[in-house]
């Protein structure tokens, strides 16, 4: 139970930093975009607002439709693999010791080990050996539209804010910059929680900023 709730807890986390990363580098780019095409900062901040509610929406609904499609891909296998350890139980077992002997443990240890493993839990073995994931891994789906609801705004009203205290002149180059910024302490804190590298996350994600925003303000010039 205590390693089901770390699990759900890092994938909430995972949903809260990618939807407050979504929400800076998406506003950031409607925002900088429309800035660009020489509108008003009215204009500019109710395309952003319009922009956050729209992502707000967007983000919790992919969520809760990711998560609940992963539910159902999970209760398939368990459904699956429960009938097939009351039709094969042995041809199971023999599975199992063959995905350990194929990580190169001995026959006789792979034995010992899907042994001690299927009597402790024969289908969390079997579906983590034959689909690669753990039925004690599940998270919220209403959790995790949730958590993306309320920290896609967040992100949002990063870059809103600079567009609207900077000084007319600086308005565009002061989100700019505080965007960057934000994006490289995001992309960061993503690699943290999925494990990856955590310089080659946050350049990435400082990467993919330069050019939303800088591609939407080109764009933006265009409509001047």
């Known amino acids: 139970m205590e390693k089901q709730s770390l699990m759900a807890h890092n994938n909430l986390v995972r949903a809260g930093v990618m939807g407050g990363n979504d929400g800076i580098l998406s ?22 607002f319009a922009g956050t509610l729209a992502g707000m929406v967007s983000m919790a609904m992919g969520e809760f439709v990711s998560v609940r499609s992963a539910h159902d891909a999970q209760e398939k296998a368990r459904q699956s693999q429960e009938q097939a350890l009351k039709k ?56 995790a539209a949730l958590v993306s609801f309320v920290t896609f705004p967040t992100g949002a009203a990063l870059p809103m804010a600079f567009m609207a205290l900077a000084s007319p002149n600086f308005r565009i180059m002061a989100t ?41 303000f080109l764009i933006g010039t265009l409509f001047k």
Do not use: C, W
């Open 88 to 143: 094969d139980y042995e041809g199971e077992f023999n599975f199992v010791k063959e995905k350990y002997q194929a990580d190169g443990i001995s026959e006789e240890l792979a034995t010992q080990a899907t042994r001690e493993m299927m009597e402790k839990d024969p289908l969390e073995t079997t579906v983590r050996k034959r689909h690669g994931f753990s039925l004690n891994s599940q998270v919220s789906a209403g959790g």
């Open 27 to 48: 506003v950031a780019g409607i925002i900088v975009g429309v800035a660009g095409a020489g509108q008003s900062l009215s204009a500019i901040m109710l395309s952003g």
């Open 176 to 216: 700019f910059l505080a965007v960057l910024i934000a994006l490289l302490f995001t992309g960061y804190m993503a690699a943290v929680v999925n494990g990856a590298n955590r310089t080659k996350g946050a350049i990435r994600n400082l990467l993919a900023g330069i050019l939303t925003m800088v591609v939407t």
